[in-house]
């Protein structure tokens, strides 16, 4: 079995079409990721910073660094000024959309620290120092205190020119023991309004202080104060995902709820028996991916720890929920997988490649794999280009805009790779298996039950029903306006669904994954980053050319080996009963066609599994086999 040249010619034109519009639209928006400065170094920075400028002694409190980005002035710059003011704002203003988050804490104790680091420079660009309500510090006045913050910013960054400046907060906060004295800065170049609707607020970039008796208590560089009305539009916008997830969620119940129902009526169905091993194996492999990934972003972790609590105990939930959590999830996925591989073997038994039950009877090592590999890599390259031309003509007439927030998790990992793996496998494993193998094959079972057109069209609806259902549980991603993520996904599903209907489940499994990891690893391949993030970045995507590379040497043949019942040894004892049963009574049994005899002893209690293989026997007509 092979693709034809003729297939892969049908594939150059629009892969190297895609690739022209990805470049020309999506590529500049990677350009502004800067990670020069990694965890490791962020980490020695704010250390030397707190030990040699704020004479705190590092080594008395515990650690936590994690990647962020300011998504609310990412959000707020593109819609008011579009990508391309976003980048002159940053490059004017010296601005860091991208930075460290370095926190000291101890356990049970209020302070702690803050500091912030930017990701391009490694300059401290902001500090927190928190400290108990009932801390005292030396009394001073509201203008000392001004005039120590304006001497600190105009040393820390030279740019600061309080004459170019409009003070916007002078606040003065009386504690008991002490007062802390607020300020801010506005620049007086920026002012952008909210065009959305007038006298709603405009954009404001900041310098912020907050003194407290001899010390700073902390700073900020660049601080974007976004209007409040812009920040209550978007959430009024993510009601209506939250309220398309609700029906979202009705309708992958309703799937999954037919699963079971499937898997429980037919129980020992040859095709579901057949690859039950392979499917709890890529369960077991994704529950280990899921628990590894808790160790992966374990700075995150540490970084929401409430000092309120012990910090073991606090450990201990996480890590109890975090299992109980993945535990449920994987399991999961064997209904679908389970499920579709029987309705796949009833409604599709001549579309060989499009389930796992082929390779499983042929072998995962052949040169047509290796071409199905390949494919997807051709498939991955013409979604990127279909998602970006979709996405500029949203931006063009739709207001379309998007926020780049998978960055925050991914950098914070401690293998960025490994999370952008981690995600690449299980989304596409479980989505390729729901949305297309599963979905797309129970259509087929339903709509040519109910005759709702010819073949071909009934096939199509299941194309469209499951494509808006996947394309649609996207809708929570940060895509604005929230309903157009669904439609562009649907487009993208639609496309997926006919790759698998025409070259099976493999390419459009391949396709996903490399689409979740170039799209989780883009910025460190692109943008600025350190060698291994480089590197590393890559060596996940050339994993599957890898696999394809060792199917493509090994050339095993793909012969069909005959499906066999894996009976235990309890099921071959009451095998042979029930062959003797059959035999005693054979004149009475051969009046009854074969399904007759099924569903009245299986109607007893029987085993499907052990009846199928002693009615084979007693018929004659051995389709299967048994060891």
Same mark, same amino acid.
């Given at each position: 079995?092979?693709i034809?040249p003729?297939?892969?010619?049908?594939?150059?034109?629009?892969?190297?079409i895609?690739?022209?519009?990805w470049?020309?639209?999506? $590529?500049?928006q990677?350009?502004i990721s800067n990670f020069?400065i990694?965890?490791?170094?962020?980490?020695?920075?704010?250390?030397e910073?707190?030990?040699?400028?704020?004479?705190?002694?590092?080594?008395h409190?515990?650690?936590?660094a994690?990647?962020?980005?300011?998504?609310?002035t990412?959000?707020y710059?593109q819609?008011?000024?579009?990508?391309?003011?976003l980048?002159n704002?940053?490059k004017q203003?010296d601005f860091?959309?991208?930075y460290?988050?370095?926190?000291?804490?101890?356990?049970?104790?209020?302070?702690? $620290?803050?500091v912030?680091?930017?990701?391009?420079?490694?300059?401290?660009?902001?500090?927190?120092?928190?400290?108990d309500?009932?801390d005292?510090?030396?009394?001073?006045s509201?203008?000392?205190?001004?005039?120590?913050?304006?001497?600190?910013?105009?040393?820390?960054?030279k740019?600061?020119?309080?004459a170019?400046?409009t003070?916007?907060?002078?606040?003065a906060?009386?504690r008991?023991n002490?007062?802390?004295?607020v300020?801010?800065?506005q620049k007086?170049?920026?002012?952008?309004?909210w065009?959305?609707?007038?006298n709603?607020?405009?954009?404001?970039?900041?310098?912020?202080?907050?003194?407290?008796?001899?010390?700073?208590l902390?700073f900020?560089?660049?601080a974007?104060?976004?209007p409040?009305?812009f920040?209550?539009?978007?959430?009024n916008?993510k009601?209506?995902?939250?309220?398309?997830?609700?029906i979202i969620?009705?309708?992958v119940?309703?799937?999954f709820?037919?699963?079971?129902f499937?898997? &429980?009526?037919r129980?020992n169905?040859l095709?579901?028996?057949t690859?039950?091993k392979?499917?709890?194996?890529?369960?077991?492999?994704?529950?280990g991916?899921?628990?590894?990934?808790?160790?992966?972003?374990?700075e995150?972790?540490?970084?929401?720890?409430?000092?309120?609590?012990?910090?073991n105990?606090y450990?201990?939930?996480?890590?109890?929920?975090t299992i109980?959590?993945?535990?449920f999830i994987n399991i999961a996925?064997?209904?679908?997988?389970?499920?579709?591989?029987?309705l796949?073997?009833e409604?599709?038994?001549?579309?060989?490649?499009?389930?796992?039950?082929h390779y499983?009877r042929t072998t995962?090592?052949?040169? $047509?794999?290796?071409?199905?590999?390949?494919?997807?890599y051709?498939v991955?390259a013409?979604l990127?280009?279909?998602?970006?031309?979709?996405f500029?003509?949203?931006?063009?007439h739709l207001?379309?805009?998007?926020?780049?927030?998978?960055?925050d998790?991914i950098?914070t990992a401690?293998?960025?790779?490994?999370?952008?793996?981690? &995600?690449?496998f299980k989304?596409s494993?479980a989505?390729e298996?729901?949305y297309?193998f599963?979905?797309?094959n129970l259509g087929?079972k339903i709509f040519?039950?109910?005759?709702?057109?010819t073949?071909g069209?009934?096939?199509?609806?299941?194309?469209?029903?499951?494509?808006? &259902?996947?394309?649609?549980?996207?809708s929570?991603?940060?895509?604005?306006?929230?309903w157009?993520?669904?439609?562009?996904?649907?487009?993208l599903? &639609?496309?997926l669904?006919?790759i698998?209907?025409k070259?099976?489940?493999i390419?459009?499994l391949i396709?996903?994954?490399?689409?979740?990891v170039f799209?989780?690893?883009?910025?460190?391949i692109f943008?600025?980053?350190?060698p291994?993030?480089f590197?590393?970045?890559?060596?996940?995507l050339?994993?599957?050319?890898?696999?394809?590379?060792?199917?493509?040497?090994?050339?095993k043949?793909?012969?069909?080996?005959?499906l066999?019942?894996?009976?235990n040894?309890?099921?071959l004892y009451n095998?042979?009963?029930l062959?003797? $049963?059959?035999n005693?009574?054979?004149?009475?049994?051969?009046?009854?066609?074969?399904d007759?005899?099924k569903r009245?002893?299986?109607?007893?209690?029987?085993?499907?599994?052990?009846?199928e293989?002693?009615l084979?026997?007693f018929?004659?007509?051995?389709?299967t086999?048994?060891?």
């Amino acid at each position: 079995m092979h693709i034809r040249p003729a297939a892969w010619m049908k594939f150059l034109i629009p892969v190297v079409i895609s690739l022209a519009v990805w470049f020309q639209f999506s $590529y500049p928006q990677l350009a502004i990721s800067n990670f020069s400065i990694d965890r490791v170094k962020a980490a020695r920075i704010a250390e030397e910073y707190l030990n040699n400028e704020r004479h705190a002694d590092s080594r008395h409190f515990q650690k936590a660094a994690i990647f962020s980005m300011d998504q609310r002035t990412n959000r707020y710059l593109q819609k008011t000024i579009g990508f391309h003011g976003l980048q002159n704002f940053i490059k004017q203003h010296d601005f860091d959309l991208f930075y460290w988050l370095v926190r000291f804490f101890k356990e049970n104790t209020k302070e702690e $620290y803050l500091v912030e680091i930017s990701s391009s420079s490694g300059e401290i660009i902001g500090f927190r120092h928190t400290i108990d309500e009932n801390d005292a510090r030396r009394e001073i006045s509201k203008e000392e205190a001004l005039q120590k913050a304006e001497e600190f910013l105009k040393e820390k960054f030279k740019l600061f020119d309080p004459a170019q400046c409009t003070i916007r907060s002078n606040l003065a906060v009386h504690r008991d023991n002490r007062s802390d004295y607020v300020f801010s800065w506005q620049k007086n170049d920026v002012n952008i309004p909210w065009s959305h609707a007038p006298n709603s607020g405009t954009g404001k970039l900041l310098i912020e202080a907050r003194v407290s008796g001899d010390e700073l208590l902390s700073f900020n560089k660049n601080a974007f104060l976004v209007p409040d009305q812009f920040n209550r539009d978007i959430d009024n916008r993510k009601d209506l995902s939250r309220n398309i997830m609700v029906i979202i969620r009705i309708l992958v119940t309703a799937l999954f709820t037919y699963g079971v129902f499937l898997i &429980i009526i037919r129980q020992n169905h040859l095709a579901m028996q057949t690859t039950k091993k392979f499917y709890i194996m890529a369960v077991v492999i994704s529950f280990g991916l899921s628990l590894l990934s808790g160790f992966n972003q374990f700075e995150d972790i540490l970084f929401s720890y409430k000092t309120t609590s012990p910090l073991n105990a606090y450990l201990w939930r996480f890590a109890l929920n975090t299992i109980i959590s993945a535990v449920f999830i994987n399991i999961a996925i064997l209904i679908p997988s389970l499920s579709g591989e029987l309705l796949h073997y009833e409604t599709s038994p001549n579309e060989k490649t499009g389930s796992f039950l082929h390779y499983i009877r042929t072998t995962f090592a052949s040169r $047509y794999l290796a071409e199905s590999i390949v494919l997807g890599y051709l498939v991955c390259a013409i979604l990127l280009g279909m998602q970006s031309f979709l996405f500029k003509i949203g931006q063009t007439h739709l207001g379309v805009w998007a926020e780049h927030k998978w960055i925050d998790n991914i950098s914070t990992a401690y293998f960025p790779f490994l999370a952008a793996f981690t &995600i690449g496998f299980k989304a596409s494993f479980a989505e390729e298996i729901m949305y297309r193998f599963y979905a797309i094959n129970l259509g087929k079972k339903i709509f040519n039950k109910i005759s709702l057109g010819t073949k071909g069209g009934n096939i199509l609806i299941a194309v469209l029903l499951s494509s808006l &259902i996947w394309g649609f549980s996207h809708s929570n991603y940060p895509i604005f306006p929230v309903w157009f993520r669904g439609i562009e996904v649907t487009c993208l599903g &639609i496309f997926l669904a006919l790759i698998y209907l025409k070259f099976g489940i493999i390419p459009v499994l391949i396709a996903h994954y490399l689409f979740d990891v170039f799209w989780n690893n883009a910025g460190y391949i692109f943008g600025t980053s350190t060698p291994f993030y480089f590197y590393s970045s890559l060596s996940i995507l050339l994993l599957p050319f890898g696999l394809a590379a060792v199917a493509f040497f090994m050339n095993k043949k793909e012969e069909e080996r005959p499906l066999r019942w894996h009976l235990n040894k309890h099921q071959l004892y009451n095998l042979e009963i029930l062959k003797a $049963y059959l035999n005693t009574n054979k004149n009475a049994f051969m009046q009854k066609s074969q399904d007759q005899i099924k569903r009245e002893i299986t109607l007893h209690g029987w085993d499907p599994a052990v009846v199928e293989v002693a009615l084979e026997d007693f018929f004659g007509n051995g389709g299967t086999s048994i060891i």
